[in-house]
Every structure is written in structure tokens, then in C-alpha cells.
């Protein structure tokens, strides 16, 4: 092979900068996120009425989804009411003032798992964050 | 191919190096007006694109422009320009890089570009921008490399190459024409709101273009081996004329409609770019440079002897690229906004910032263009 | 939910795959949300909107100021100060620089150096909506409105180039810094930097039953009527037909949806 010497080291310097991101994090503990959802208007709610707009597994996995149509019914079609397939209650579809309404510590409701997973949704960049108190 | 470009002079990496070292410069200033926002620019709510968008317009012209040396030679078989077609072509390859490149960074919402291609829009011209600026760019990557690989086996090229330089014929004076109507057929800014916009602009491009082959065969003639030989340089020289002559009789139909009209509007921005307005003039001494060098470059280009010598050639080449890019690069897209739907004047210059980051994206063509032509200068020394 | 989360994720999946980026995907997963979500009962509807400006029934500085702040204070509008990264959703622009080419040597000097109030024209051929190449403008089939989907907007600012009305505004930076605390309506997001905003006739309140802000705060001068231009008993049509008015740069084929009264008199 022509050159062997050059493309063997190169192929290793490859394979350290693709693999970077293993090794730099390895070993590093890092928490598990830990949700709350002890806010006062949750706590205040009764046991029973403590439904978000969709059943929490769905929400876990599809609220980014959900948001996203959510925005889109809003602004581009004008409608405003969202009618939980879970419940059948009525909400009006705003992240800013439904959503934040009841999870008003955004830091441990939706920060905690978005830096967990290193995803940098924008929504904070227009919409207004609840004020929280430093913790 | 592409190792030929690994392998040359200390002059030629010292150029790569020097561009590179501006790309860089380039790219942290870019860093921050990405931070910031758009207001590092001298662009404001009344003249809401500048020189980005400028340098874009005048570079979709030049990429246009490779379709006056592959239209003589693959139509009408004038085989003078056999050996520069590929310098053309890859002319145009840099040239659809920075005009990409000027869109992007003249975006909000650079993050969000490819909601252009999510949410297609076919009533937007600037849809059908992106479809076929990125299409012209495919078809001259795709031609100018098949041909010079077939050139450098010493092969004749694949027969499936000839349509797709046919298509790339017709599609050449598309991507400038589709650029034309961005603006031509906006409401309300009477500079831009004429039918003679996307004429002019392809007069224009094919002036600019091939006056910038001119220089860049006699830098390549001094540099390298390869000579485009004297001949290829004259029929550019010719096109140049031809196209240049056309550009200002264009011009002069636009200034003639302006005036004899007397339409207040249609002339408002002709009297700020060339004498001001309310004081306000901050392009006049631009503009009329640039009007001198057209003048001075035709006078130059019709006389026969004038033309004949190369040195007065390349000089009348530089005066017609300069002229028209101050014209096209800068004076039309500031006109059309200035004065603003209110009537009144707000004017534009560039920032510190936005002419660094404006000098990158052309360093990045050049980087483009100097290792595309290191490739195709290589293949035709090894042929020869 | 009528789609559980692995249909979600096989559709998106699947329409990713076949090239169309998940657009195939949300377009059914809205489909079969589309039941699920509705108008709230009290929103005001219309088949065209349409604002009528009585320029002589706003006599005072204070109306001017009065509907610009009710109208910036609810959309926070930011307060730049620097008239060359402006943002405006309503302004005062005097007649001449409001209806340039109309104005004329000998007419009455309180028209020619009276303030109108200008917003966006909601055209019926918006030519921003024309340009768009992302559909982030647009005008509501429902109700004539040209709205900006601020999520979608990439910045290219072709709209801005494109009206002929200086209606646009481009964030030139973060506006949040301009925009005071105490001032902020915290019901209302702000934007983002690199985006176009403009007036949106205040579809978020008429959405909840409620007139414009600009109207709600004049209400009691009676100088901004606003209403359904197809309906022929709404407020709109009867002035426009008992009143002689005018419109910015008609001339133009836009047909804006924002009417003048200059004279004021009943003129049938």
C-alpha cells in the first residue's frame, strides 16, 4: 500500500475526533432528571382534575408534536380550543398562558430534562417565561 | 481529480493561505452578526437590503455569464473557446457558491432556511430562485467535471454530457431572469418596476462575466502553463463589447422613460443615486464613477486597434466589471428603496462588519475558484 | 388522542424517509387532530374585516397616543428609539408622506399637516403574501386578515421590499431589552430577533371576543370603526357608502382594507 504510514495515522486521527464526544463525556456522572410538578395551581387543583391537556405518556413523548400543531391551528387557522382526547376538557391551545399557567417552574418542568437531553428548544426567545424565584 | 489541488507552488499556498486567513476573519465577524442580529449592518427598516443582497444579484449575472463561452463553442462549434468552456463553468460553480452564500447571510433566521424547502411556495420568485440557482450549480459541477475527466484520460467525453450542456444553455439566462424578477415585479418601488429589468440584467451579466474571463485568462497565462490563446481573448473581448454597448443603451431607456415622463416617482430615485436629494447623496460620487467607466470602457472597446492590444483590453475589462458592480452590486438594490414608501430619505452604507463578512464569501470564491482552476489548468499542462 | 405515539412516530417515520422532511407526516397527524381543536365560541367573525379612520373625529394628540400605546403595550412592541431598527405596528405619518402624489400646493393646511394614523392595509392582494417564499404571510381565507406566522419567518425580508406601504418591521436586534417591564403584556409572547412583524388587526382579541386595541382605546371619539366589509348592514359599508373616502395608493391594485375619511361630512 502507497503511503500506508500517512493514512494509518490518519485514519486515527479520524476516528479520535469522531469518537470525541464518547470519551470526553465517559465516566461523567450525570443526574437523571427529576420533574416537579408541585406547583402552587397544580396543588391547589383536586387530586382528581390533576389531567394535563393529554395523557403523560403522550405528553412525554409527543408534547413537542402537539405544541407544534398547537401553534399552527392558532395562528394560521385561527382556532383557539383544544379538546383533550383524554378527558374531553377544553383548553385554550396557548404554550405561554396555559401550559405555563399550571407548570410555572419552568426551570424543573421543562428545563431540567432539555439540558438532560442537550435539546435547545427556542420557544423562550418570543414567549413570555413564568417569574420564578431563584432557587 | 481533486488531488491535483493539493500539490503546487509556495505561491499558490500562500494565496490559499491568505484566503483562507480572510474566510476566517470572516466567519468570527459572521459568529456575531449571528449573536446580535442584522443591526451590525448599515441596513435599516427603510433600505432593508444592501450590500449583501448587492453582491448577490451581481454574482447570479456572472454565473450566468459561462453560457456565452459554452454557447459559441457547443452551438455554433467556435473553437477558440474549446480550451477555456471549463474556466467558464467553473466560473460559474464559485459564483452560484457566493451568491448562496450572500442569501444565507443575509438571513434573520439562518436556522430556519430550509423552511424554503418544507413549506414550498411556487407563487414566490425567490422559491424559484433557490430551485434554479441550485439546479445551474448541479449542471455546471456535473459538465465541467465530466468533461475535464474525460480530458484528462485523454477519452472523448460520456454522449450523455451533450443534452445536459444544452439544458445548461437555456438554463443560464433563467437563473438571471428569475433574479430580475425579484424585483421587477414588485408594486410600489418604481426603480425596480420596469419590463426592461431582466434584459438589462443579462446584459449586464454578460458583460461582467466575461470581462472577469478576460483578466482571469492573462492571470492564468502569467501564473500557469495554460494560455487561452489570443484569439479566445479577443471573441470575449468582442462579447464584452457587444453586451456593454446593450447594458447602457438599456440604461439610457430607463433614465429616457424616467424623465420624458416626468413621473415624480419613476425619477426620484435616478436624482438621488446621480445628484442627491434633500441633501441627501452619499452614493452620487459612486454612481458617477461608475458612469465614467462605462463611458470610458465602451470608447475603449469599439475602437478595433484599442481592443487588439491586450494590456488596454484588460484595463477596458477592469473598467466594465468595476462599473457594473457599483451599478449592480450596490446602486440598483439602494435605489429601489430609496426614497421610501413615505417619500422620504433614509440612506444606506455598509458597516465595518458587513464589508468583512461581504469580503469572506468572496474569499470563499476565490478559494472555490483558484482549486477549481488548479485542476483544470493540471489536466490540460499534463495534456499538453 | 385518535393517534397514539407510534402511529405518530411511523407516519413521520415514513414520510421522512420518502423525502418530504415530516411535512406528509404533520399534515395527516393535523388531519386527525383537526376535530379536536376549535374557535373558542366567543370570537368575533367576519368574512372580510375592514377599518374605517375618521381623521376629524381624532382631535387631540392624546387619541393618537392613546391607540399607538394601547396597540404597542399589547403586542410588545418595542421602543427602539433608533428610527433606522423602528419597529411599528401603528403610527402617525402626516399626509403628504401618507398619500405622496396626492397632496397638492393650495389644499386646507389642517389636512395637508394632519397626522393619520397608518397600520398594515390587510390587502386583498397583499403583494408581501405574493412574495413570501415560506408562506410565513399570509392572509386568512376565513377573514381577510394578513398575518405573520413569527415561527416560520427566515428573515429574507422580501416582503418588506414588496409593500408598497412601509408597514413591515424587520428586528434588527433582540427587541426584548426595549421593551420595559412594567409595560410588558405577559399574555402576549414578544419576538425573536431576524424576524418581520406587522399589525395582525389583533387576531388574538378578536379570537376572544374583543375589538382591536387601537379601537378599544379611541371607543369614545367614534374615529376607528371596525367591521365586516361583506356584511351590508355592518357599520363599515354604511359609512363607506354615505361618505366619500379615500385609501393609500390605490393605484397600486392591492385593494387595502384601511379607509380614510378626510372630509367627514355625509356625502350619499
Request: proline fraction near 9%; aromatic fraction near 10%; hydrophobic fraction near 35%.
Given at each position: 500500500m502507497y503511503d500506508s504510514g500517512k493514512i494509518i495515522v490518519g485514519l486515527l486521527i479520524f476516528v479520535g475526533i469522531v469518537t470525541f464526544p464518547f470519551y470526553y463525556n465517559a465516566g461523567k456522572a450525570v443526574a437523571k432528571p427529576d420533574l416537579k410538578l408541585d406547583t402552587p395551581v397544580i396543588q391547589q387543583m383536586p387530586e382528581a382534575e390533576r389531567k394535563c391537556v393529554e395523557t403523560k405518556e403522550f405528553m412525554r413523548g409527543g408534547h413537542m408534536q402537539l405544541l407544534n400543531n398547537w401553534r399552527d391551528s392558532v395562528v394560521r387557522e385561527g382556532n383557539r380550543v383544544y379538546v383533550s382526547s383524554n378527558t374531553g376538557k377544553r383548553h385554550t391551545m396557548s404554550l405561554q398562558n396555559t401550559c405555563m399557567n399550571c407548570h410555572s417552574n419552568k426551570k424543573k418542568f421543562c428545563d431540567e430534562c432539555h439540558n438532560y437531553m442537550v435539546v435547545k428548544p427556542y420557544c423562550w426567545d418570543c414567549h413570555i417565561q413564568p417569574k420564578e424565584k431563584e432557587l | 481529480m481533486l488531488e491535483r489541488a493539493l500539490t503546487g507552488s509556495g505561491r499558490y499556498w500562500r494565496w490559499i493561505l491568505f484566503l483562507l486567513a480572510i474566510i476566517g476573519v470572516g466567519f468570527l465577524v459572521y459568529l456575531r452578526q449571528f449573536k446580535v442580529g442584522l443591526g451590525i449592518t448599515g441596513m435599516s427598516r427603510d433600505v432593508s437590503w444592501g450590500l449583501y443582497i448587492g453582491q448577490f444579484t451581481f454574482l447570479v449575472g456572472v454565473a450566468a455569464s459561462a453560457v456565452m463561452l459554452v454557447l459559441p463553442y457547443y452551438l455554433h462549434n467556435h473553437k477558440v473557446f474549446g480550451k477555456i468552456t471549463i474556466l467558464g463553468e467553473f466560473l460559474a460553480v464559485a459564483s452560484v457558491v457566493m451568491c448562496m452564500l450572500f442569501i444565507f447571510v443575509d438571513m434573520g433566521q439562518p436556522m430556519r432556511v430550509m423552511n424554503v424547502i418544507l413549506h414550498p411556495t411556487p407563487n414566490s420568485v425567490m422559491f424559484w430562485d433557490a430551485v434554479v440557482l441550485s439546479g445551474y450549480l448541479l449542471l455546471n459541477i456535473v459538465v465541467g467535471w465530466t468533461i475535464l475527466g474525460a480530458e484528462s484520460k485523454g477519452v472523448a467525453p460520456q454522449k450523455w454530457v451533450k443534452p445536459v450542456i444544452i439544458l445548461s444553455i437555456i438554463w443560464a439566462p433563467s437563473i438571471h431572469t428569475v433574479t430580475a424578477f425579484l424585483y421587477s415585479g414588485l408594486p410600489g418601488r418604481h426603480f425596480w418596476l420596469s419590463a426592461v429589468m431582466a434584459a438589462r440584467f443579462l446584459a449586464s451579466a454578460f458583460s461582467a462575466g466575461p470581462a472577469l474571463l478576460i483578466i482571469l485568462c492573462l492571470i492564468l497565462r502569467k501564473t500557469t502553463k495554460f494560455d487561452a490563446g489570443r484569439e479566445a481573448i479577443q471573441s470575449l473581448g468582442k462579447i464584452v463589447t457587444y453586451f456593454m454597448i446593450t447594458n447602457v443603451f438599456l440604461l439610457g431607456l430607463e433614465v429616457f422613460t424616467a424623465f420624458y415622463s416626468n413621473i415624480p416617482g419613476h425619477m426620484h430615485p435616478f436624482q438621488y443615486l446621480f445628484a442627491g436629494i434633500e441633501g441627501h447623496g452619499k452614493l452620487v460620487p459612486l454612481m458617477w464613477a461608475s458612469g465614467l467607466f462605462a463611458v470610458v470602457s465602451v470608447i475603449m472597446l469599439v475602437i478595433p486597434s484599442v481592443r487588439a492590444k491586450e494590456g488596454a483590453l484588460a484595463f477596458a475589462s477592469a473598467l466594465v466589471f468595476l462599473s457594473l458592480w457599483i451599478d449592480k452590486g450596490f446602486g440598483l438594490i439602494v435605489g429601489g428603496f430609496v426614497p421610501n414608501p413615505f417619500e422620504k430619505v433614509t440612506e444606506y452604507w455598509p458597516t465595518w462588519p458587513e464589508v468583512i463578512i461581504t469580503l469572506a464569501v468572496w474569499a470563499v470564491g476565490f478559494l472555490v475558484l483558484t482549486v477549481l482552476y488548479k485542476v483544470a489548468v493540471s489536466v490540460k499542462e499534463e495534456v499538453a | 388522542m385518535s393517534m397514539d405515539r407510534r402511529q405518530f412516530i411511523k407516519i413521520a417515520g415514513i414520510s421522512t424517509v420518502l423525502g418530504f422532511g415530516g411535512t406528509l407526516g404533520l399534515s395527516k397527524l393535523k388531519d386527525s387532530w383537526a376535530s379536536e381543536m376549535l374557535q373558542s365560541p366567543e370570537a368575533l367573525n367576519a368574512k372580510h374585516w375592514a377599518m374605517v379612520i375618521?381623521?376629524?373625529?381624532?382631535?387631540?394628540e392624546e387619541h393618537y397616543d392613546k391607540a399607538i400605546s394601547a396597540c404597542h403595550r399589547a403586542h410588545n412592541v418595542p421602543n427602539i428609539g433608533n428610527p433606522k431598527e423602528e419597529v411599528k405596528w401603528l403610527w402617525k405619518e402626516t399626509y403628504e408622506h401618507a398619500f405622496p402624489g396626492m397632496e397638492q400646493e393650495y389644499m386646507p393646511e389642517g389636512i395637508k399637516h394632519k397626522p393619520f394614523l397608518l397600520l398594515c392595509n390587510h390587502c386583498e392582494n397583499p403583494p408581501c403574501v405574493r412574495v413570501c417564499p415560506t408562506k410565513a404571510t399570509f392572509k386568512r381565507e376565513s377573514d381577510g386578515i394578513v398575518m405573520q406566522d413569527m415561527h416560520r419567518c427566515i428573515g429574507c425580508r422580501f416582503c418588506m421590499a414588496a409593500c408598497?406601504?412601509?408597514?413591515r418591521s424587520f428586528n434588527w436586534r433582540d427587541p426584548r431589552p426595549f421593551i420595559k417591564e412594567q409595560d410588558e403584556n405577559k399574555e402576549f409572547p414578544t419576538r425573536t430577533k431576524g424576524v418581520v412583524e406587522k399589525c395582525t388587526f389583533c387576531y388574538e382579541r378578536l379570537a376572544k371576543g374583543e375589538m382591536p386595541a387601537c379601537v378599544e382605546a379611541v371607543k369614545d371619539t367614534k374615529a376607528l370603526v371596525f367591521g365586516d366589509l361583506s356584511d351590508p348592514n355592518s357599520e363599515v359599508r354604511k359609512i363607506l357608502s354615505t361618505h366619500y373616502s379615500i385609501r393609500r395608493k390605490p393605484e397600486l391594485g392591492t385593494q387595502p382594507s384601511v379607509y380614510y375619511l378626510i372630509g367627514g361630512e355625509e356625502n350619499a
Open positions: - | - | 375618521d381623521v376629524k373625529k381624532l382631535t387631540s408598497p406601504f412601509g408597514a
